[in-house]
């Protein structure tokens, strides 16, 4: 069984930083992909950014610049630097990593708020 959780959000002042981090427990697994989406209150789900095995992360227009996506060497953690955080990045955001192409796994969803 897998498991994918999110961790690092919490409580951020505009103009500051958060680091999360995704990664699957129970069968771990090297994942081929990687992305990570937000929902914010009262919207709908929308993708952030993603990696692909062997490629340059991709980021969303509303974030491009200011997050930035990693993974560790072994493919088994995923990041997302966030800077310059605006109140308008509060969400809760999600994680999905895919073993293979057609079967991935979500995350629980961890809560970012960013408030003065």
């Known amino acids: 069984q897998v498991h994918v959780a999110e961790s690092g959000g919490g409580l951020a002042q505009p103009g500051g930083s958060l680091r999360l981090s995704c990664a699957a427990s129970g069968r771990i697994f090297s994942f081929y992909a990687a992305s990570w989406y937000r929902q914010p209150p009262g919207k709908e789900r929308e993708w952030v950014a993603g990696?692909?095995?062997?490629?340059?992360?991709d980021y969303a227009d509303a974030v491009k610049g200011r997050f930035t996506m990693s993974r560790d060497s072994a493919r088994t953690t995923a990041y997302l630097q966030m800077n310059s955080l605006k109140p308008e990045d509060t969400a809760v955001y999600y994680c999905?990593?895919?073993?293979?192409?057609?079967?991935?796994?979500w995350g629980e969803g961890t809560l970012v708020t960013v408030s003065s």
């Open positions: 999905n990593l895919s073993r293979a192409p057609g079967v991935s796994y």
């Open positions: 990696i692909r095995s062997g490629g340059s992360p």
